[in-house]
């Protein structure tokens, strides 16, 4: 039962490939809230991101495993992606589905430029990069500059009070004049944040500096100017738009070591924690309605997984006990895998790997027996068990830390985990290494450590077992009591009992009425 990354990525991988339209250039579906009778329908955001998400979704898995499948699909998908880039670097997509409207769509603009920056990453080709540096030069010719807040006394004051959109749509040929728009929803302007993981990203890889202030910018105002946020960390509306612009700025602020951005935005992602579960169901909005009406999308779970990723490199030791609490349950409970759940075989087919927008805290349906799986929960989804899979393992000089217990092999190690049912954990270097094997909080107790079949006692730094001068083939063998208990919990409005074997849940009550998660 120990879990599998990999079967899990290449489910995904089927999902990327499978969810195209052949008779349109292999155009994305970008999804289906599926009732029992509908079938896949083009609507006016399939031509928005999903076909840089999707690439995205393949590079990685052709980096991963190495496979060339779908090929074509491949091919078609770089046709759409260069298509309806404007001269001034923004890209007005055409919908497929009619729709007489075009204008960029920021929100989505804001998937196609993290994909395109993993694009680069992978790939390293040179229009790629080319329509990044353009993109970036349209959204900062288009942010509004709030220098009504300015402190005029201090000209190294960056974009005085930040940068921010106005609104979430823009039309071409438009420039917005802030000091005509006095009622900006928070709605809206929480997109201006979610541009800041992927401008931080791109400086980290290039060191491109127009990324980076622009990346200040979006933060100074989010952070100062916003009222977004409250004074402990309290926000209302969207979870995810509001989240992917915080873990943006947790990742900005550790990159650039700028220590009072970190800690706030810290304390606005410690007040997301406690919005849902030590499990990984998070809810889609919060404070608009009543929360026991709540269902979970998978890009809330994705950005607090990555979060908790920037956190623990950060030093947070203990959130790498949450990365795995929250992948092992809620983030792969949320992708699509039981295919009897669809009676169309084929529809099922494409589905599956694919990752849940709407999931109960105990059930794969909705209230009303529908099924939502979405482009944008996919692409998040996929993109998480990538991301796990690299923290992983962690290669410093001649030393190898071991973060999570999962299993893995790639040129470093092989780790085999027998993980929930027994507490053991078998490693063999291909390479001689110092190595660190860092033990859950509550896999402490009756530990027990072997090297080549002989017990010992390895030293302890911090919450990592220091093994020194492993050698090629030798062995490392760690066992540990696995605890099982039950906890008494309320989510979203809701009380819950839940059961737990180490950190991984077995039984939750009440169970959903129609697919129970657990």
Not at 488 to 495: D, F, P, Q
Request: overall charge negative; charged content about 25%; glycine content about 8%.
């Amino acid at each position: 039962m120990s879990v599998d990354l990999i079967k899990h990525i290449k489910l995904g991988f089927n999902f990327a490939t499978s969810m195209v339209d052949p008779e349109q250039d292999f155009l994305p579906y970008w999804g289906i809230v599926y009732d029992g009778k509908n079938s896949l329908v083009h609507g006016r955001i399939d031509n928005c991101d999903p076909p840089f998400c999707w690439m995205e979704i393949i590079l990685l898995n052709r980096k991963l495993t190495g496979t060339r499948q779908a090929e074509e699909v491949e091919k078609g998908l770089r046709k759409w992606c260069q298509t309806d880039f404007h001269p001034d670097g923004l890209r007005y997509p055409s919908h497929k589905s009619g729709s007489k409207h075009v204008y960029c769509f920021l929100h989505g603009l804001a998937y196609v430029l993290d994909a395109m920056v993993s694009w680069y990453e992978l790939t390293k080709e040179n229009w790629v990069k080319t329509k990044i540096d353009s993109m970036i030069a349209g959204l900062r010719r288009i942010a509004s500059e709030a220098n009504f807040y300015a402190d005029l006394t201090q000209e190294e004051d960056l974009y005085g009070g930040g940068l921010y959109f106005p609104f979430n749509n823009y039309v071409p040929e438009k420039i917005w004049d802030p000091n005509k728009y006095s009622q900006i929803n928070c709605y809206e302007l929480a997109s201006s944040g979610t541009f800041i993981l992927p401008l931080t990203r791109y400086y980290e890889i290039t060191g491109d500096e127009k990324a980076k202030e622009f990346a200040e910018g979006l933060t100074k105002y989010i952070l100062t100017q916003s009222y977004l946020y409250g004074f402990d960390g309290r926000f209302i509306g969207h979870f995810h738009r509001n989240m992917w612009s915080i873990v943006g700025i947790l990742k900005y602020a550790h990159l650039v070591n700028n220590e009072e951005y970190f800690q706030r935005a810290r304390q606005i992602y410690q007040f997301a924690e406690g919005l849902g579960s030590n499990f990984g169901w998070f809810p889609e909005m919060v404070a608009l309605k009543d929360p026991s009406l709540e269902y979970c999308e998978t890009c809330c779970i994705y950005d607090m997984i990555y979060g908790a990723l920037v956190l623990a490199q950060a030093g947070s030791d203990e959130h790498w006990d949450r990365v795995s609490r929250y992948t092992k349950n809620h983030l792969l409970k949320s992708q699509f895998q039981n295919t009897s759940m669809i009676e169309d075989h084929n529809l099922a087919e494409k589905l599956l790997g694919g990752f849940s927008g709407w999931t109960q805290v105990n059930d794969y349906f909705t209230r009303d027996g529908k099924i939502f799986i979405c482009g944008c929960c996919s692409w998040h989804g996929i993109k998480a068990l990538h991301y796990i899979w690299e923290a992983i393992t962690q290669r410093t000089n001649n030393s190898i830390y071991i973060n999570l217990l999962l299993d893995k092999e790639d040129n470093d190690v092989i780790i085999r985990t027998s993980l929930p049912e027994k507490g053991q954990i078998e490693i063999e270097l291909k390479h001689p290494a110092e190595l660190y094997l860092r033990i859950p909080i509550w896999a402490r107790n009756d530990l027990v450590a072997k090297y080549n079949g002989r017990i010992v006692s390895p030293e302890w730094k911090e919450s990592y077992l220091r093994f020194k001068d492993v050698k090629l083939g030798d062995k490392i063998q760690v066992n540990f009591s696995v605890p099982e208990y039950r906890e008494k919990v309320k989510i979203s409005g809701r009380e819950f009992l839940v059961e737990w074997l180490g950190d991984m849940v077995m039984q939750i009550e009440p169970k959903g009425k129609f697919l129970p998660l657990y």
